[in-house]
C-alpha cells in the first residue's frame, strides 16, 4: 500500500478510515477519534519520519493557510442583524470586500432591526445550511488508494478476457473429418490421421456422443472451435455427417429398446475346422441376435472356445467383433492383446465387480448404436457371472435381431447359464482334460427354435445325435 498524506486522510470518511486500519493490522482503531486515527495511520505506514515526511508539504500549505486567515482577522468583519442584537455573518459573503463597505455595514448593523428582517435572515443562514448538508450527502464517498487501484485492475482483466473470448468466438471455423475414437468416459476423439493419435485431434465430448449416438470407427465431419484457455485440443462445434450422411437423418430413429425384434433366423458361419467350433456350429448353432453362454466347471475350456470363436467370427465380412475381458487371469490379457482380435476392454479377476459391469455396459451401449443403424455386431464376454447377477441379466438380454435391421449378439462365459439364453455351449470338463475333443456336453447343450438356423432337417439331426450322446 502506497504511504497516504494526511490531507488524503483528512478528507477521507470515517468509514474509509476503519478499511485502511483494518488493512493495517491497528488494534482498537474503532475507539480512536478521527484525528487520532489519522496519527496512527500515518505511524503505522512509515514510523515517524514517514508521518514528518508525509506532513511536510502539508505543513507548508498550513502555514499559508494561516498567513489568509490572520489577514481576513485584520479585516473588519460583515455583520448582520441578528436576534438580541448580536452579529452574525452569513456564509457567502465576500471576504475581499473593501473596509469602507465593511464600516457601513456596521453601522447599519447597530441600527434597530425590525422582526420581519431578523427572521427573514436566519430563514436565509437556515436554508445555506440545509443546501450544504445536501450537497455533502450527494458528494460520492472517496476511497483508498488499494481498493480503486484493485478495482481498475480487475475492470482490466475482465476486459482483457472478453476481448479474448470474442476473438477467439470471431475466428473463422474450419471443418475437419475423421474417425471416431471413443473414451471409457464416454468423451471422444476425431482422429485426424487414424489410427494413431495427433496434435491435430479434435476433441468430441460426451453429449454430443449420446446425441448423436456415435461410435468408434464412425467417419465424421464438421466445423471446429479453436482450443480456449486451459484447452489442449480443438473441440467439434457441431457434428454435420456421420458416415458421409446427414448427422439428422443418422441421429433421428426409434429407440434401441424399442425396435422390433424375433428370433435369429440366420446363422452364423464359422468356416473352421477346428472341432469344437464345427460341432458349435451344427449342434448348436448360433445366428444373427443369439443370446449364447459357454458354460462348464473350471478349466472346461471356456476362455479358450471363446478365443477360438472370437477368431473365427473376426473372419465373416460385414459383422463386427468386439471382445470384453471382465475377469480372466492377467496372462490372458496379454495374449488376447497379441492375437488376431484385441479387447475393447481388458480387466483381470482382480477387478470389482463394479468396474467389470462397466466395462460391459460401455461394449453393449457402442454395440446397441451400431445395431440400430443396421449393423452385425457380436460382442464377446468373458466372464459374465463375475458382474452382479442383474448387471448380468441386462447385459445378455441386449441380444437381439432387429426386423428389418441390424442385429447384436452376446456370447459370454458363466458357470452356469444367466437365465433367457437362446443358445447354450455346454463343455465337459473330463474331455476337456483327457484332449478328447470336441469336448461339447450334447445333453447340456442347445440352441431355441434351431430349425429357424439349419432347417427341420438339421434340427432333427441335432435332436439324433443328442439322443446318442444320452444313450451312450
Not at 43 to 70: F, H, K, L, R, S
Not at 105 to 130: M, S, Y
Request: net charge negative.
Amino acid at each position: 500500500m502506497s504511504v497516504l498524506t494526511r490531507s488524503a486522510l483528512e478528507a477521507s470518511p470515517l468509514a474509509d478510515l476503519h478499511t485502511i486500519a483494518s488493512e493495517l493490522g491497528i488494534d482498537g482503531f474503532r475507539r480512536l477519534r478521527k484525528a487520532e486515527l489519522v496519527d496512527r495511520i500515518l505511524g503505522t505506514q512509515g514510523g515517524e519520519d514517514a508521518v514528518a515526511e508525509a506532513e511536510a508539504p502539508e505543513a507548508e500549505e498550513a502555514e499559508v493557510e494561516e498567513a489568509v486567515a490572520a489577514d481576513a482577522e485584520d479585516k473588519p468583519r460583515r455583520r448582520r442583524g441578528a436576534r438580541g442584537g448580536r452579529s452574525r455573518r452569513r456564509p457567502g459573503d465576500d471576504e475581499d470586500g473593501s473596509a469602507e463597505e465593511a464600516d457601513a455595514e456596521d453601522a447599519v448593523a447597530d441600527e434597530p432591526v425590525a422582526a420581519d428582517d431578523v427572521i427573514a435572515t436566519e430563514d436565509e443562514v437556515v436554508e445555506e445550511e440545509i443546501e450544504e448538508e445536501e450537497r455533502e450527502a450527494a458528494r460520492p464517498r472517496r476511497r483508498s488508494r488499494g481498493a480503486r487501484d484493485r478495482d481498475r485492475g480487475d475492470g482490466l482483466n475482465r476486459d482483457r478476457d472478453a476481448d479474448r473470448d470474442r476473438d477467439a468466438e470471431d475466428r473463422v471455423e474450419r471443418v475437419v473429418s475423421g474417425v471416431v475414437e471413443l473414451l471409457p468416459n464416454g468423451s471422444g476423439f476425431v482422429r485426424v490421421t487414424p489410427p494413431e493419435p495427433s496434435d491435430d485431434d479434435v476433441y468430441v465430448s460426451a453429449a454430443q456422443v449420446r446425441r448423436c449416438e456415435l461410435v468408434s470407427g464412425d467417419r465424421v465431419a464438421g466445423p471446429v472451435r479453436e482450443p480456449r484457455r486451459s484447452e489442449r485440443y480443438p473441440s467439434l462445434v457441431r457434428i454435420d455427417t456421420i458416415n458421409d450422411r446427414p448427422a439428422d437423418e443418422v441421429a433421428e430413429g426409434t429407440h434401441f429398446d424399442d425396435l422390433p425384434c424375433t428370433l435369429p433366423t440366420e446363422r452364423l458361419a464359422l468356416g473352421s475346422e477346428d472341432a469344437t467350433l464345427k460341432a458349435i456350429e451344427w449342434l448348436t448353432p448360433i445366428g444373427k441376435g443369439s443370446r449364447v453362454t459357454i458354460t462348464g466347471e473350471a478349466h472346461a475350456g471356456k476362455s479358450e472356445a471363446l478365443k477360438r470363436l472370437a477368431g473365427a467370427l473376426n473372419t465373416v465380412e460385414g459383422l463386427e467383433v468386439h471382445v470384453v475381458l471382465a475377469a480372466v487371469r492377467p496372462e490372458e490379457c496379454a495374449e488376447w492383446r497379441a492375437g488376431d482380435v484385441e479387447p475393447v476392454a481388458a480387466l483381470s479377476l482382480a477387478a470389482s465387480p463394479d468396474a467389470q459391469a462397466q466395462a460391459v455396459e460401455r461394449a453393449i451401449d457402442t454395440a446397441k448404436r451400431i445395431t440400430a443403424r443396421g449393423g452385425d455386431v457380436v460382442v464377446l464376454v468373458d466372464a459374465i457371472d463375475g458382474l452382479p447377477p442383474h448387471a448380468a441379466r441386462r447385459a445378455l438380454a441386449a441380444a437381439r435381431n432387429v426386423v428389418d435391421g441390424g442385429s447384436l449378439t452376446i456370447i459370454a462365459t458363466a458357470a452356469a447359464p444367466v437365465g433367457g439364453e437362446t443358445t447354450i455351449i455346454a463343455l465337459d470338463r473330463t474331455l476337456t482334460r483327457t484332449a478328447r475333443f470336441p469336448a461339447l456336453d450334447l445333453v447340456n447343450s442347445g440352441t431355441l427354435r434351431a430349425e429357424l438356423l439349419v432347417g427341420d432337417a438339421g434340427a432333427d439331426a441335432i435332436a439324433q445325435a443328442r439322443a446318442a450322446a444320452l444313450g451312450a
